[in-house]
């Protein structure tokens, strides 16, 4: 029943780099979008950044210009290149992927999650 499965999370010092990955149990191209959320100690979860079906991505201020999502069909993979990290990135990352729902009655966007990783930035 599981549908995203994150990897990859690590302590990492300041500067430095890490690569998250995001296995998906079908064709990430039957998703309408995926990206990838975090939460930090005493916060709520917040908008990382996403990628569409046709390939667009958005970013989050925070992390425009360090962070960079590609995907792999083959393996059924997003992943998350994270560079220049900083403390401030210290947090749980969170896989997410959105499908449409479609009923006799409705038309209704789905979100699957993976169960998080840890990302801890030192100095």
């Known amino acids: 029943q599981v549908q995203l499965v994150e990897s990859g999370g690590g302590l990492v010092q300041a500067g430095g780099s890490l690569r998250l990955s995001c296995a998906a149990s079908?064709?990430?191209?039957?998703?309408?979008?995926m990206g990838w959320y975090r939460q930090a100690p005493g916060e709520q979860r917040e908008l990382v950044g996403v990628?569409?079906?046709?390939?667009?991505?958005n970013y989050a201020d925070s992390v425009k210009g360090r962070f960079t999502i590609s995907r792999d069909n083959a393996k059924n993979t997003m992943y998350l290149q994270m560079n220049n990290l900083k403390l401030e990135d210290t947090a749980i990352y969170y896989c997410?992927?959105?499908?449409?729902?479609?009923?006799?009655?409705?038309?209704?966007?789905?979100?699957?999650w993976g169960q998080g990783t840890q990302v801890t930035v030192s100095s």
């Open positions: 990628i569409t079906n046709g390939g667009t991505t």
């Open positions: 997410n992927a959105r499908e449409t729902r479609r009923t006799p009655w409705s038309v209704t966007p789905y979100d699957y």
């Open positions: 079908r064709s990430i191209f039957s998703y309408d979008a």
